[in-house]
């Protein structure tokens, strides 16, 4: 029989230790780009996906993943500006999602920021949609939709099956492999309307420096990731947070920002009641956890975006626009 064309990918991947190694750039990408055009079998997509998994990602492939993913989007013609993506791919299980708050603050205050992400691939979590649609800011159905709603609001959140439906499928492996794959990862990089920055956060510290590195290879004109509550982009201001920046091709800026609370145990929410998120932008719920996770997240995507030159400056910047915003509406709402 004539080799499959995909199978010399899971070749270089299951060598065994000796021989295996890292796909490029270049590897990654066309491996992505067949995977997404439906041009492998269903054996090879789970061989690949877990000896990806076993080995685990490298910087070149997490670059090479995202690079395949974006040349297959059909994008607007007249793309709009945005100054931050936000990655939601986590869910939230312990604390509400604060971080969504911080993002719509930021709205407020006249930035604009495309958020994109999943939900219900792991069970008992808060996930942003349905954040988004309580607090009733529309989920958009395609990329026109998206820009329409960055050049109205300053906001828009897409869903990762309008980013690609074939992602969603392999996203949704997990219960059925038993194990996170790759597309956990990379799709946090995607960027798909090229802002000017891009802020995520991940569960395993492990990956800060892989993140990193694959924003480099894809020359990110700027990047933060942090290990996030829950795998979110979402600071726990109960703990220091180290944050990896990268600007283009440049080293890593690894800051360790303070924790901003004294008591070094996250409470858990045993309600997770997204109702409670409205009540604290209004104002009329006060929580010292969710000011400090919200304005802490917000300062650090401040200073990515290059709007404070400290870790002091950003986060006061962020106290005030958290002080200032408009507690009778929240942006991007219908």
């Excluded at 604390?95 to 994109?116: D, E, K, N, T």
């Amino acid at each position: 029989m004539t080799q499959h064309p995909f199978s010399k990918f899971v070749a270089i991947l299951g060598r065994g230790k000796t021989k295996q190694r890292h796909l490029t750039v270049e590897e990654s990408r066309e491996a992505m780009e067949m995977l997404l055009a439906g041009e492998t079998h269903p054996e090879q997509v789970g061989a690949f996906l877990m000896l990806l998994r076993l080995k685990e990602e490298a910087p070149s492939e997490i670059a090479g993943f995202a690079m395949g993913t974006k040349a297959r989007f059909d994008l607007p013609a007249d793309l709009p500006e945005v100054d931050l993506d936000w990655s939601s791919y986590a869910g939230k299980r312990v604390q509400l999602p604060y971080c969504i708050l911080s993002a719509l603050a930021l709205v407020g205050a006249g930035y604009r920021v495309f958020m994109h992400g999943t939900e219900g691939h792991t069970p008992g979590r808060v996930y942003t949609r349905e954040v988004l649609e309580h607090l009733g800011i529309d989920v958009c159905g395609s990329f026109d939709e998206a820009a329409a709603n960055i050049r109205a609001t300053g906001f828009a959140y897409v869903p990762l099956e309008i980013l690609s439906e074939r992602l969603r499928e392999l996203i949704n492996l997990r219960p059925i492999l038993g194990l996170r794959s790759p597309v956990h990862s990379f799709t946090r990089m995607l960027n798909p309307f090229n802002a000017k920055a891009s802020i995520l956060g991940i569960f395993h510290r492990g990956f800060m420096d892989i993140h990193a590195g694959a924003a480099q290879l894809m020359n990110e004109p700027a990047m933060s990731v942090f290990r996030g509550d829950g795998g979110e982009a979402e600071r726990r201001p109960n703990k220091p947070t180290q944050v990896w920046t990268t600007r283009g091709t440049a080293e890593a800026e690894v800051d360790t920002w303070p924790a901003l609370l004294e008591d070094g145990h996250a409470p858990k929410d045993e309600d997770m009641d997204v109702t409670r998120l409205s009540a604290i932008w209004a104002g009329s719920e006060e929580s010292a956890y969710a000011t400090a996770a919200i304005t802490g997240t917000m300062a650090i995507a401040l200073k990515t975006m290059g709007k404070a030159d400290s870790m002091a400056a950003a986060q006061s910047l962020a106290n005030g626009i958290w002080a200032a915003r408009d507690k009778g509406r929240i942006p991007g709402q219908r």
